[in-house]
């Protein structure tokens, strides 16, 4: 089972770009057939969970030792810097919205990279949670909503 969770790993580090790989779950990239034949199905949430931490490890570590050989590797920049957070907004939060940036209290800036939306919504000083996504970037998720957006760190 381990050589070929290696394998499968080894195959989407040599043949897939990385800024692709960033925006997907191994599940979703190998498809459900090949899920199942690889016999993931079995991690449970956790086991899955690490095992994207670990792919977007190695994404980073190839992105840094093919920079050091001169070539160019797309990955997302927040993979290596940032660990969770839980934190307040300093401003209104009135929803998503694409390139708009939210300040929160711990002197952090995010900015919103995609199409979510949460209209009607009107908070002062919302909890906030943002969560590495598999294989790079960022999700903000707005306290008692389930809607996320992706984001990226830019302060």
Same mark, same amino acid.
């Given at each position: ?8 790993? /080894? #195959?989407?580090?040599? #043949? ?23 016999? &993931? ?5 956790? *086991? &899955? +969970? ?13 992105? /840094? ?18 660990? *969770? ?5 300093? !401003?209104?939060? /009135?929803? #998503? ?6 300040? &929160? ?18 908070? *002062? ?7 590495? +996504?598999? #294989? ?6 707005? !306290? ?12």
């Amino acid at each position: 089972m381990r050589a070929v969770i290696i394998g499968i790993i /080894t #195959f989407g580090l040599t #043949f897939a770009g990385a800024s692709h790989a960033q925006d997907s779950s191994i599940q979703t990239r190998m498809g459900e057939a090949e899920f199942q034949a690889a016999g &993931l199905q079995k991690l449970d949430a956790t *086991e &899955l +969970a690490r095992l994207d931490a670990w792919l977007v490890r190695q994404l980073a570590d190839a992105s /840094t030792a093919s920079a050091t050989r001169g070539q160019s590797v797309s990955v997302a920049r927040g993979a290596m810097e940032a660990t *969770e957070v839980d934190s307040t907004l300093v !401003h209104s939060f /009135t929803g #998503f919205s694409k390139g708009r940036e939210y300040v &929160l209290a711990n002197g952090q800036v995010w900015r919103q990279t995609d199409d979510a939306a949460l209209p009607g919504v009107a908070l *002062e000083n919302a909890a906030v949670q943002i969560r590495a +996504a598999r #294989f790079g970037g960022w999700w903000m998720k707005v !306290h008692n909503y389930n809607t996320r957006a992706r984001v990226e760190r830019i302060k």
